[in-house]
T-cell receptor
Framework: EAQVTQNPRYLITVTGKKLTVTCSQN?????MSWYRQDPGLGLRQIYY???????DKGDVPEGYKVSRKEKRNFPLILESPSPNQTSLYFC???????????????FGPGTRLTVL | DAKTTQPTSMDCAEGRAANLPCNHS???????VYWYRQIHSQGPQYIIH???NNETNEMASLIITEDRKSSTLILPHATLRDTAVYYC?????????????FGAGTTVTVRA
């Protein structure tokens, strides 16, 4: 089954304790992206990657890091989480190339993060 | 990318067609109209997209006006499971950035 998986689904942590949210897709997609969703602010893009070893900032990258060492994985790293990073996080993936922007983006189930 | 305007919310009766409007009066010629939905904090789900012609798939139909300034998503026979927030998104063709800019969307409640 084609899917995007995220782990963990729920996480409660404390300020300053480094954490990683994993994202993996099994569709051989080139493009992967992280969004955060907050009430009243909609979904905002954090980082994206067009392919292995190619990443770039989205609209709200501060406080986050990403890496893309393998095509299927795109982890989101919070080196020193703060309470304003409490949010619902979504990973998404899509193919590129001739299918380009025609293609739908597949979203993961979400990770609800609480930073105390 | 062009901005979209959608009603905040709408109700619909189960089994009836749900017609969701979207205004995108500043859309440019190379921008597509996409629809996604999000069921209660799950990941958004792609529904349909189109450029200028009407489109239909197993989930919905998309009607785009001739001047492309507005569109309507039609769920032909709404079920309770169609209760969700529906997002109308306009994005440019051949962009190097595949970011989807989600607005507030329309909260659709399907009632039995």
């Amino acid at each position: 089954e084609a899917q995007v998986t995220q782990n963990p689904r729920y996480l409660i942590t404390v300020t300053g304790k480094k954490l990683t949210v994993t994202c993996s897709q099994n569709m051989n997609h080139e493009y992967m992206s992280w969004y955060r969703q907050d009430p009243g602010l909609g979904l905002r893009q954090i980082y994206y990657s067009m392919n292995v070893e190619v990443t770039d900032k989205g609209d709200v990258p501060e406080g986050y890091k990403v890496s893309r060492k393998e095509k299927r994985n795109f982890p989101l790293i919070l080196e020193s989480p703060s309470p304003n990073q409490t949010s619902l996080y979504f990973c998404a993936s899509s193919s590129l190339g001739w299918k380009g922007p025609y293609n739908e983006q597949f979203f993961g189930p979400g990770t609800r993060l609480t930073v105390l | 990318d062009a901005k979209t305007t959608q009603p905040t919310s709408m109700d619909c009766a189960e089994g009836r067609a749900a017609n969701l409007p979207c205004n995108h009066s500043t859309i440019s010629g190379n921008e597509y109209v996409y629809w996604y939905r999000q069921i209660h904090s799950q990941g958004p789900q792609y529904i349909i997209h189109g450029l200028k012609n009407n489109e239909t798939n197993e989930m919905a139909s998309l009607i785009i006006t001739e001047d492309r300034k507005s569109s309507t998503l039609i769920l032909p026979h709404a079920t309770l499971r169609d209760t969700a927030v529906y997002y109308c998104i306009v994005r440019v063709l051949s962009s190097n950035d595949y970011k989807l800019s989600f607005g507030a969307g329309t909260t659709v409640t399907v009632r039995a």
